[in-house]
């Protein structure tokens, strides 16, 4: 669940804004560009939609909105923000976008252009934190997509694995430090329904406990010092593949 921001005193835009994510998320007002800044400052959003109309008097003679705008970029975490605009403010909302804007919504509000907004944004937070994830693993040596052995012991643990592979149950992979876990978990991943989705090994051990909650769950925007973004849990990034702690 995401929570919004809304700023507008139009009751024609913010209904139906409303009505769109409504159950889904979670929902604030603001009549005004300054109660809207104030309510950023003291609370905790992940999208700020901003009714251009309301702030469009104050747009310099030169069309340049960064000025207007600028104080809304301000925050530590930053905000997604997604501008509301009319036909007569088009060229305003794309400004905006350039300006650092996440994107923008036209007047009069349509549901379905409301939907595909959002999910844009969802999909960029997800594409984000797998971004994230595989930055960390570029370094790392690739995993021989292919096991070959002649030795007898392992050809039982390869025939076990590949009849495991097919299930969704969780599988326990023993075996000293070294002797190839990893390579293993890989093996099932890629003989599994689920090798066209993501991989995800995560090294428990070599993060500090007070992390390991969020590396695993992921956490919200300010939730603590340093989290300038929400970011997704390695749960949720593996989701309809594998993952392997």
């Known amino acids: 669940m995401w929570t919004f921001l809304v700023v507008t005193d139009d009751d024609a835009l913010y209904r139906p804004i409303q ?37 469009s008097p104050m747009i310099p003679h030169d069309g340049d909105i960064r000025s207007v705008m600028a104080p809304f970029y301000q925050y ?30 036209t007047a009069p509000i349509d549901a379905d252009e409301v939907k ?39 050809k039982k643990v390869l025939e076990k694995a590949q009849s495991v592979a097919p299930t969704k149950t969780t599988v326990l992979i023993t075996g000293e430090t070294g002797t190839g876990k990893g390579v293993l978990a890989r093996y099932i991943h890629r003989n599994s329904k689920r090798e066209k989705h ?27 010092t340093g989290a300038v973004r929400k970011k997704l849990g390695k749960f949720e990034i593996a989701r309809n593949g594998s993952i392997f702690l």
């Open 19 to 55: 009505q769109t994510l409504a159950g889904e998320h979670a929902m604030e007002r603001a009549l005004s560009p300054a109660a809207g800044l104030e309510a950023a400052r003291t609370h905790r959003y992940d999208v700020l939609m901003l009714d251009l109309a309301l702030i």
């Open 116 to 154: 595909l907004v959002i999910e844009g944004l969802q999909k960029s937070a997800l594409l984000q934190s797998e971004l994230d994830y595989l930055r960390g693993q570029v370094l790392k040596p690739h995993v021989l997509d292919m096991v070959r052995t002649g030795a007898p012991a392992m």
């Open 198 to 224: 993501q991989f995800i090994s995560l090294h428990c051990g070599a993060i500090p406990d007070s992390l390991l909650e969020s590396e695993l769950f992921g956490h919200e925007k300010g939730a603590f």
């Open 76 to 105: 530590k975490p930053p905000l997604e923000i997604v501008v509301i605009a009319n036909r007569n403010l088009l060229r305003h909302a794309v400004s905006a976008v350039k300006g650092g804007a996440s994107d923008y919504l």
